[in-house]
């Protein structure tokens, strides 16, 4: 099947993740841009979001700008909906980025109410939860949390109050007291962020009116999913959660849209592993909870440190009976380190009870498989039950953290396969790999479309 047989008849699609995020939504929001659709939207989260994807020679990770502004040239609006919080200098640096590397901005729209993140929800986040020890979080640290804290308490500051030195400083001079930690100085706020408006200022506009307006012109649209749906707000494994909701349902309303309006939902696995940040369980992790410790730990270039300690070893510990080891090599054949904060991924097998979850919160959609180009001819493993702790079983996602803590996973086991890397006919997948997926859509009720063979965007096989 070809692209064109995929989007028949389909004007508004949506790509969401059905894991812990970083499944490589950013190459398929790059694929849609450039190939289908007229205007890219994001309606959720912030810069705790990093999409990389792959142009060329060139790598590029997006934080806060949908990936399609690579098309800003051709004529594609991106947009930055309601739902987002925003930093605003952190979107100027990207946008400065981008410009030096030839990107324009002339259909680039921010909404006017997506909520701004300020200094101190970066300070107040930092100090609170970026740490993952003793249980915590380990948020990215960069002021989400506490941004959507004040947008619920609804003293957030918006967008459009940029465009209102008065309004911001009154509403500034009413939230300092939840503040009482920080040197919250007005004038030095307004002095920094004046320039920042004023850049930002053509951009600011009520962007669910333009999405509307655009949906009854016939414009294709492509909402751009962030983090993935066991960190929602709503639906993940709470406490372990970002702050939005990032399932389908959340990324609709995110950018002013009924998830009722959206004609395909594409949802992204890491498959035949998948990759968590961050504290919480992790039924299928290698290594369990000595692993979620030892990723947690915050120092240097573990990335280089893997390198240098374990470089010789890979195929050695891929056959490891410690899965501790086993989680090192894999997660250094498939270079899974944070495209945001650099930290090394958690690493496990893909896990189908808790994807069927995400499958029926998510869905109706189908499937985009990433990440099988990695393996190197190895074993792989499957879950398809848990083991509870009083020794029963089940094929049901629990969704709470205290009872998946200590969930064993069951697996199935598959033959390792060999070299896919680049391939784009999904007939000539090996035997291995297209009998686990069978297995896989055949459990989790979901048709699989698309399997990325490779970071860049030819590296795809469509069924
Ligand atoms: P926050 O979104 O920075 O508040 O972090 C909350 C949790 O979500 C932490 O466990 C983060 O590691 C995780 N998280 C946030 N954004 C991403 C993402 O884009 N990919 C993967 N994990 C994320």
């Not at 390792?416 to 009998?435: A, C, N, V, W």
Request: charged share 25%; glycine share 10%.
């Amino acid at each position: 099947m070809g692209l064109q047989d995929l989007l028949k008849e389909i004007q508004i699609l949506a790509v969401v993740c059905n894991q812990y995020g970083d499944t490589g939504k950013g190459k398929f929001s790059d694929f849609f841009a450039s190939q289908w659709a007229d205007i890219i939207a994001r309606g959720t989260g912030g810069n705790n979001a990093g999409h990389t994807v792959i142009i060329g020679d060139k790598q590029r990770v997006f934080h806060l700008i949908p990936a399609g502004i690579t098309y800003d040239k051709e004529g594609k609006t991106n947009i930055l909906g309601n739902g987002m919080v925003i930093d605003p200098f952190v979107l100027i640096k990207e946008m400065n980025t981008l410009y030096e590397e030839g990107v324009s901005f002339n259909h680039l729209l921010i909404s006017d109410r997506a909520n701004v993140v300020m200094f101190y929800h970066v300070e107040q986040d930092k100090a609170e939860n970026a740490s993952q020890k003793g249980g915590g979080i380990g948020s990215t640290g960069r002021g989400i949390g506490p941004a959507y804290t004040d947008k619920v308490a609804r003293r957030g500051i918006m967008m459009r109050d940029l465009l209102h030195m008065d309004i911001l400083v009154e509403k500034i001079e009413k939230l300092k007291k939840y503040y009482p930690q920080q040197q919250i100085n007005i004038d030095k706020i307004i002095a920094d962020i004046s320039p920042v408006a004023d850049r930002l200022k053509p951009f600011i506009t009520d962007t669910v009116d333009f999405l509307h307006d655009s949906i009854k012109n016939g414009k294709r649209i492509c909402l751009e999913g962030a983090q993935g749906l066991y960190l929602s707000l709503e639906h993940g494994i709470y406490r372990y959660v970002t702050s939005s909701d990032c399932s389908t349902n959340g990324t609709a309303s995110g950018v002013g849209i009924s998830a009722k309006a959206i004609d395909l939902t594409l949802g992204v696995v890491k498959f035949p592993f998948m990759t968590k940040v961050g504290g919480g369980p992790f039924v299928t992790e290698l290594g369990g909870i000595r692993s979620e410790n030892y990723c947690s730990q915050e120092f240097g270039n573990r990335k280089d440190d893997e390198k240098n300690i374990y470089g010789g070893r890979l195929n050695e510990m891929m056959n490891s009976s410690d899965d501790f080891e086993k989680g090192i090599a894999l997660r250094m054949i498939a270079g899974e380190y944070g495209a945001t904060t650099a930290r090394p991924r958690r690493i496990g097998w893909t896990d189908a009870v808790a994807a069927k979850y995400a499958v029926r919160v998510n869905g109706p959609m189908k499937l985009i498989l990433t990440k099988a180009d990695a393996l190197e001819n190895n074993d792989f493993n499957i879950c398809y039950n848990y083991i509870m702790s009083d020794g029963s079983s089940t094929q049901k996602f629990v969704n709470d953290s205290e009872v998946l803590r200590k969930v064993i996973p069951e697996y199935k086991i598959y033959k390792g396969y060999s070299d896919i890397r680049g391939e784009t006919q999904f007939e000539k997948l090996p035997s291995s790999l297209t009998q686990s997926i069978i297995d896989f859509e055949k459990f989790v009720g979901a048709e699989v479309s698309i399997v990325s063979t490779g970071p860049e965007m030819i590296q795809t096989a469509l069924r």
